[in-house]
T-cell receptor, first 112, second 112 residues
Framework: QKEVEQNSGPLSVPEGAIASLNCTYS??????FFWYRQYSGKSPELIMS????GDKEDGRFTAQLNKASQYVSLLIRDSQPSDSATYLC????????????FGTGTKLQVIP | NAGVTQTPKFQVLKTGQSMTLQCAQD?????MYWYRQDPGMGLRLIYY???????DKGEVPNGYNVSRLNKREFSLRLESAAPSQTSVYFC???????????FGSGTRLTVV
């Protein structure tokens, strides 16, 4: 089982819709969770971090964490074509903060 | 602009050649990292440096060496390049991983 799993997509949503991106992880005691956005040919960019169960909102982005079910999700409201990118989930496991594990990413396509 | 600077951006090597990838950050971060990104494999940690003067192996260290020259600079060396090292290499830094990473723009390396 992969430590961090994401559906590779592509996930296609129409402009203005809500995009829902999901990530599951295997290390039950993981404490810190991140979402990165990576445009094609570019480097990953941190967009959200979440540490506690529940929701965290930042503009059009909402991160959701459920430690009991070992999943973290990212909602993008009012999706725009500029949101088209690959979204990487990253998890800090119990092994230490230097051993952040990344998922392989979900490609999001927002259709105008 | 503040951030992580990587050089070079592109490089083509012949099998057996050596090279050093340079990375410098101006955010006064303690920790620095080298990742490689391959299609379908996601980001994989090669080496990291938790603080100046320390380095440790990550998930895929074979064929690489690193040097933490000072707090700002962390270099990655390929002593004898192999085609399997064809990849995109990213340097990243963080205060601690609980605050997420800032990535450099990447180096696209092709070994022929």
């Amino acid at each position: 089982q992969k430590e961090v799993e994401q559906n590779s997509g592509p996930l296609s949503v129409p402009e203005g819709a809500i995009a829902s991106l999901n990530c599951t992880y295997s290390d039950r005691v993981s404490q810190s969770f991140f979402w990165y956005r990576q445009y094609s040919g570019k480097s990953p960019e941190l967009i959200m971090s979440i540490y506690s169960n529940g929701d965290k909102e930042d503009g059009r982005f909402t991160a959701q964490l459920n430690k009991a079910s070992q999943y973290v999700s990212l909602l993008i409201r009012d999706s725009q074509p500029s949101d088209s990118a690959t979204y990487l989930c990253a998890v800090v496991p119990s092994g230490g903060y230097q051993k952040v594990t990344f998922g392989t990413g979900t490609k999001l396509q927002v259709i105008p | 602009n503040a951030g992580v600077t990587q050089t070079p951006k592109f490089q083509v090597l012949k099998t057996g050649q050596s090279m050093t990838l340079q990375c410098a950050q101006d955010m006064n971060h303690n920790s620095m990292y080298w990742y490689r990104q391959d299609p379908g494999m996601g980001l994989r940690l090669i080496y990291y440096s938790a603080s100046e003067g320390t380095t440790d192996k990550g998930e895929v260290p074979n064929g690489y060496n690193v040097s933490r020259l000072n707090k700002r600079e962390f270099s990655l060396r390929l002593e004898s390049a192999a085609p399997s090292q064809t990849s995109v290499y990213f340097c990243a830094s963080s205060e601690t991983s609980n605050y997420g990473y800032t990535f450099g723009s990447g180096t696209r390396l092709t070994v022929v």
